[in-house]
């Protein structure tokens, strides 16, 4: 009778406080009732905004004034859609010096991050990119902004490339999924001459875009649908276009599923694209595969798995590593070199000669080999380091970064016979900030990065050469040299 008695009484107590906790509850719903339906009806047209609005199901060109021209990328990455690091300029024959400095943030005061500004030089301008995505328009002369563009909700972003004085880039918006478009503007004034917009959830990664015969080609990787909120399933899929920018039309598009293992919707995918030979190359470094596509079909022609850390040069179905030579076509090795080095530059090929650095901890030599035999026709020494994602030629020049003890130099050979024409200011270490050098007495501020036992001087993004001058991106703006 007694243990009957006391579960009843547990049981009265567990109603009353049951009781309770539900007027509490009921009291802070009618006190913030407010809040509540606004916070509902917030998430109700969320939902809506992800789920019921019409999406573009393919890439869709809303603005087009290049219909009546023929068009080729002139200045791109690495000179060319080879990618064989050569440029049709000048050299500075000449010790350069400091020109101006266009002054983006106060980097030493105002705060400890470490931007970087992505940058391009054409006939007489420079186009910069900085850390908040505004595009700037940058007379090469004398680095006073022309014209800058910002767009409300949108960033500016590389990859980019300029043709018939229009210039290519990538604007992003991102709200609960991504969106992309391709853009166009006129280098004289700014005003807008193209625009692609992007199917939702499709992202142009480094690889970027190519134009060549007035088509537009470029890679993309199609993410799945989500809802910004806590660990969504991703479900990747490879897609590749052309568009016919004479009439606005698809030529080609090919879909294909991306076997990617735990893959991150924010990473890039693809980071380098080449066309060389009526084909079209992107390399998806996630899954380490060089994907090799028909320009006229895009029918995919194969698959080669390998490690690619740059943008190496192809040239006829030929891709050039840091010390051996590799048939696209066939997948056998044409020649290679067993060079006892630690740091490669990425090759660079002008006209039947392939030149490239490499560099150990006591010794650094450029060298000049012959493209078909691989016979040496010249080797020159220099610093113990090399760095490796600096490595240019112009038309008689080579234009490189060595590292020794007492600091690093940017340092200009002649092509003809690696003669050093001039070396230019070592890079000084600030007594506050050990890991970033400074260069050009104002200084310059770039960032470098420890390989084995020795920093190795790495720049985040490249200098870029035009006008007959250097171009220096540093974390507080970007640096003429000339």
Known sequence: MELYTLIGTLLIYKGLF????????????????????????LFILLVLYS?????????????????NKIINGESVDRGNYERNGYYNLNPISLEPKLEWSFKISNFLTSNFQFPSYSHIAYKNYVFLIDSHGILHALNADSGKEIWKIEEEGFVCSEPWLITDDVLFYIVKESFLSPNEAILGVDINDGREVFRCDL???EVIDKSGFIIKDNIL????????RHFGIGTWPYIPEERFYAIDLSNNKIIWRVKEKCNIENYNPNSSVFIFSWYSGNTLFYYNHISKTLISIDVNTGKIKRRTELTLVDAVPIVDGKLFLKDSVYDLETGETIWSMNLNYKYFTTPAIKGGTVYFAASNDKEGNVFALDIDSHEEKWKAKVGKIVSPNFFLITNSAIYLYEYETEGTQLICLDTANGKILWKYDPLRAIPDFDKIRTMVGEPIYSGWKESFTNPVPEFDEIPSIGNEAIYISGVDGLYKIH
């Open 51 to 67: 789920v019921l609005r019409v999406p573009l199901r393919v890439p869709v060109v809303r603005v087009n004034e290049l219909k």
């Open 199 to 201: 199917p939702n959830n």
């Open 18 to 41: 049951l009781s309770m906790d539900l007027t509490m509850f009921t009291q802070v719903i009618r006190r913030n009732k407010g809040l509540i339906l606004f916070l509902l009806i």
């Open 217 to 224: 080609y470029f890679a993309v990787m199609k993410l799945g």
